[in-house]
C-alpha cells in the first residue's frame, strides 16, 4: 500500500515539477504541457545511432529511472509513510545515487557520438566535485541523530531542525545535490548551449522520455532528502504529516529549479576547485562544530 | 533449499559470470562496468546474509571507484572502444598458474578449515551497525587508518609519476 501511495505522489510530484521547471524556463503556465510532451516523445520514432554499444544504450535509461527509485524508498513521507526504512537508509540513498553516475556515463558512452561522450565524461569530473559534499554534510546529521535511519534523522529534529543547527551543512548539500540532480547552472553533462544536449543528445522517442522522467524522480529524490535531513521532514503545526512533507518536498524543487536562472553555467575546473578547497574545509568544520555542540547543548 | 540460498546462488553466480565477461569483452569501458557490476553482486550476497551495513557500502563504493578506474584506462588504452578487437588477458602462461594456485587455496581454505557452528541469529541491523562502528573506532582503528594513509601516499605517487614533466620555461 505504502509503495503505491508513495509511487502515485512522485508521478504526481514530477508532473508539477515538469510544469513548474518549464514555467521557469520559457515563461509560460501551461498545465497540459508535459502530457503532450510526453505524448509527443511515445509517438516519435527512437533514433539508433549508427554502431552504438547497444547494452549501454539501453540500459542506462532504466538504470538511471531505477536508481531514483530506490533512493526514493528510504525517504520518509509520514512517520509511517516510507517504503522501507533501513537501519542504514541514510547510506543507501547515497548508494542508489551513486548509480545516477554509472548511468550518465553508460548513456554518454554508448551512443557513439561526440557529445554524449562528453557529457559523461564530464560527469564523472562533477562527480568528484559533489560526491564528498554529499557525504559529509550527511555525517554530521546521522552524528545528531545517533542513527542512519531516516526517520530517526527526522524524530531528531523535533526541537530543532537542522537548516538551524547545522547551517553550513545545509547549504553544501543543497549545492551538492543540484549538482548531482545536474540542475542549471551545475548541468554539465547536459549544457544545452554548448553541447547540444550532452548525454540526452543522441536519445530519442521513448528513451528520452525515460530518461527525462528519471532526471524528475531524482530531483524529487533529492529534494526529499534535503527535507528529511534538514528541514524536519514530516514535521509542522496544523496539517498532518503528509501534507508538510509534500510542501516542503515541493518548495524545495522549485527553489532548486529556479536557482539556476539566475546564474552562469559553472566552469567543471572551477566547480573542482571550489568543492575541494572550500567545500570540503567546511564540511570538516561543519562536522567538528555539530560534534562540539553535540557534547555541550543537549538539544 | 530455502529462498535466501537461492538469492545468494543467483547473486553468487552473477558476480562470478560478470567476472568472466570483464575478460571475455574487448571495450575496456565494458570491461570497467563489468568488473563493477560483479562487484555489485557481491554487495547483494552481502545483503542476502543480512550484513546490511556492508551490502549498502560495498554497492555504494564500487559504483564511484570502477567509474573512476573507467576513465583512466579510456585515457591511457591504446583502443578505449575496443574496436581493434584488443585482448583483456596477457602473461597468459602465468596468468594461468597464479589463478590455478589461486583457486586450489581456496578451495583448501574453505573446504578444509573447521569453521565452527554456523551463526543461528543474527544481530539486528541498528545493531551491526554500531558494533561494526566500535570496532573501527576500537580496536581496528590503527590498522584501518595506516591502510588509508597507504593507500592515500600511493594515489599521490601515482598521480606525480603520470603527470608528464613540464619544461618550467628557460631550462632551453
Redesign the interface.
Known amino acids: 500500500m505504502n509503495i503505491a501511495i508513495i509511487l502515485g505522489s512522485l508521478a504526481l510530484g514530477a508532473y508539477i515539477i515538469a510544469i513548474v521547471e518549464s514555467w521557469a524556463t520559457y515563461g509560460r503556465l501551461r498545465l497540459a504541457g508535459p502530457a503532450l510532451a510526453a505524448l509527443a516523445l511515445l509517438g516519435r520514432e527512437s533514433v539508433l545511432a549508427r554502431k552504438p554499444d547497444r547494452l549501454f544504450f539501453e540500459t542506462a535509461p532504466v538504470l538511471l529511472l531505477v536508481a531514483g527509485l530506490l533512493a526514493v524508498a528510504v525517504i520518509p513521507l509520514a512517520p509511517d509513510l516510507i517504503i522501507t526504512d533501513l537501519s542504514s537508509g541514510a547510506l543507501f540513498l547515497n548508494a542508489a545515487l551513486a548509480y545516477v553516475l554509472v548511468a550518465l556515463i553508460m548513456a554518454g558512452w554508448g551512443a557513439n557520438g561526440a557529445y554524449g561522450m562528453i557529457g559523461g565524461w564530464r560527469f564523472l569530473g562533477q562527480f568528484i566535485a559533489y560526491a564528498m559534499l554529499i557525504v559529509m554534510p550527511i555525517t554530521a546529521v546521522a552524528m545528531r541523530a545517533e542513527s542512519l535511519m531516516t526517520t530517526q534523522i527526522v524524530i531528531s529534529q523535533v526541537e530543532l531542525w537542522n537548516i538551524f543547527y547545522q547551517p553550513i551543512g545545509f547549504v553544501l548539500f543543497v549545492i551538492a545535490a543540484m549538482g548531482l540532480a545536474y540542475l542549471p547552472p551545475l548541468d554539465l553533462p547536459l549544457a544545452p548551449g554548448d553541447l547540444a544536449g550532452g548525454v540526452e543528445a543522441e536519445y530519442t522517442g521513448v528513451r528520452l522520455g525515460v530518461l527525462r522522467l528519471a532526471r524528475m524522480i531524482i530531483i524529487l529524490s533529492l529534494a526529499g532528502a534535503t527535507v528529511t535531513f534538514y528541514l524536519g521532514g514530516w514535521l509542522g503545526p496544523w496539517l498532518p504529516p503528509w501534507a508538510w512533507s509534500a510542501i516542503k518536498i515541493l518548495v524545495v524543487t522549485v527553489a532548486m529549479l529556479m536557482a539556476g536562472h539566475y546564474m552562469p553555467r559553472i566552469r567543471e575546473a572551477r566547480y573542482l576547485a571550489l568543492s575541494w578547497k572550500l567545500g570540503i574545509s567546511l564540511a570538516l568544520a561543519n562536522i567538528f562544530l555539530v560534534g562540539v555542540i553535540a557534547l555541550v547543548v543537549p538539544i | 533449499m530455502n529462498a535466501e540460498m537461492i538469492f545468494l546462488t543467483f547473486f553468487g553466480g552473477a558476480a562470478v559470470w560478470f567476472g568472466i565477461v570483464v575478460f571475455r569483452t574487448h571495450?575496456m569501458?565494458?570491461s570497467a562496468?563489468a568488473l563493477?557490476f560483479s562487484q555489485t553482486a557481491i554487495g547483494a550476497m552481502f545483503l542476502v546474509m543480512q550484513a546490511?551495513?556492508l551490502g549498502?557500502?560495498q554497492?555504494?563504493m564500487m559504483?564511484?571507484e570502477?567509474?573512476?578506474m573507467?576513465?583512466f584506462m579510456?585515457m591511457f588504452m591504446m583502443d578505449p572502444g575496443g574496436l581493434g578487437a584488443m585482448d583483456m588477458t596477457h602473461q597468459k602462461r602465468l596468468s594461468l598458474w597464479a589463478g590455478g594456485v589461486g583457486l586450489v587455496a581456496a578451495l583448501g581454505l574453505t573446504l578444509g578449515v573447521d569453521w565452527g557452528p554456523a551463526a543461528l541469529s543474527v544481530p539486528?541491523?541498528?545493531a551491526?551497525?554500531e558494533m561494526l562502528g566500535i570496532e573501527l573506532l576500537g580496536r581496528s582503528m590503527f590498522i584501518f587508518e595506516s591502510a588509508g594513509l597507504t593507500i592515500l601516499t600511493a594515489m599521490v605517487a601515482a598521480t606525480m609519476v603520470a603527470i608528464a614533466p613540464q619544461d618550467k620555461g628557460g631550462a632551453k
Open positions: 571495450s569501458v565494458r562496468l563493477l546490511e551495513f549498502v557500502l554497492i555504494m559504483a564511484t570502477m567509474s573512476v573507467a576513465i579510456v539486528s541491523a541498528s551491526q551497525i
